[in-house]
């Protein structure tokens, strides 16, 4: 999976004589080099803001060599009169727009600010989408109580955001055909087992390599495979989706009944 590149970046003046990954051309660029280098699916980004940077960059994407395209929707509404639906019924144009477009799969990437989950996981597999991508993050910016300025605010993922992701992935699972990933809040192999016990098929991790480099990747590949040992399981297949609504007998686990159990436990004194 490569970064995105932005709608704002691809309006930048591109007659720039030094092409990085940032800008337009250098992005095409850079996914046909590293299509040349490696022997693994190379996955491009965008994220657009108007219908026209979606449709105008996504076949040239195709065209550079990437296997697959995620979209990454990154669009938050401040409109006082644009409603819940308008919203979503824009984001399912925008993703029908390019589909027609490319032939390659598109996954799409998602905040959880949609009203109903499964309603759009399942309009976005009748328009064609291959994968599911749960889910973004908005970075929002602090206030500084100095210079009373609007400034940004990168905060990195923990594992404490992966709750969400668990939950989604594991009532979407076998329920549409769709491949789940989950990005956001994976940090270990712990965090990464829980995702395909729910039923993720592909796990995004970014934090975690910015914190620690990209050699934590075996240390999470070690701890999973550790796991998976001492439980008597030879792949994640064996594993994958075990947890998720469709396999559980109980599934008032992810239902309304769940909270109930956790309200009556309680915050119990030292714990």
């Known amino acids: ?26 992005y095409l660029e850079h996914v046909n080099r590293v299509k040349e280098s490696v022997h693994i699916p190379v996955i491009a980004s965008l994220n657009g803001t108007t219908d026209e940077g ?60 949609f009203s109903s989950i499964p309603s759009l996981a399942r309009q976005f597999e009748e328009i064609g989408v291959n994968g599911l991508i749960l889910f973004n993050r908005s970075y929002q910016p602090d206030i500084d109580l100095e210079t009373l300025e609007v400034k940004p605010d990168l905060k990195l993922s923990s594992s404490a955001e992966l709750l969400s992701r668990l939950y989604w992935i594991a009532m979407l699972a076998d329920r549409v055909d769709l491949s789940l990933a ?45 796991w998976l040992e001492a439980h008597g399981h030879s792949s994640l297949d064996e594993i994958r989706g075990i947890m998720s609504l469709e396999k559980r007998e109980d599934s008032r686990a992810f239902s309304r009944a769940g909270v109930l159990e956790v309200l009556q436990r309680g915050i119990r004194p030292g714990g």
């Open 182 to 226: 989950v990005t956001g809040g994976v940090h270990t192999g712990a965090d990464a087992l829980k995702a395909i016990l729910a039923g993720a098929d592909a796990i995004q991790m970014v934090s975690a390599l910015l914190l620690h480099g990209p050699g934590h990747l075996g240390a999470v590949r070690q701890e999973m495979e550790r």
């Open 54 to 113: 979606w449709t105008s960059f996504a076949p040239l994407v195709e065209q550079a060599g990437a296997d697959a395209l995620e979209l990454n929707l990154y669009h938050l509404s401040t409109n006082l009169w644009t409603s819940g639906a308008t919203l979503e019924a824009y984001t399912l144009d925008t993703v029908r727009a390019v589909r027609t477009l490319v032939s390659i799969p598109i996954a799409v990437k998602v905040f959880p600010y």
């Open 1 to 26: 999976m490569l970064h995105s590149l932005y709608e704002e970046q691809i309006a930048a003046d591109p007659l720039r004589t030094e092409r990085s990954t940032s800008d337009p051309v250098g």
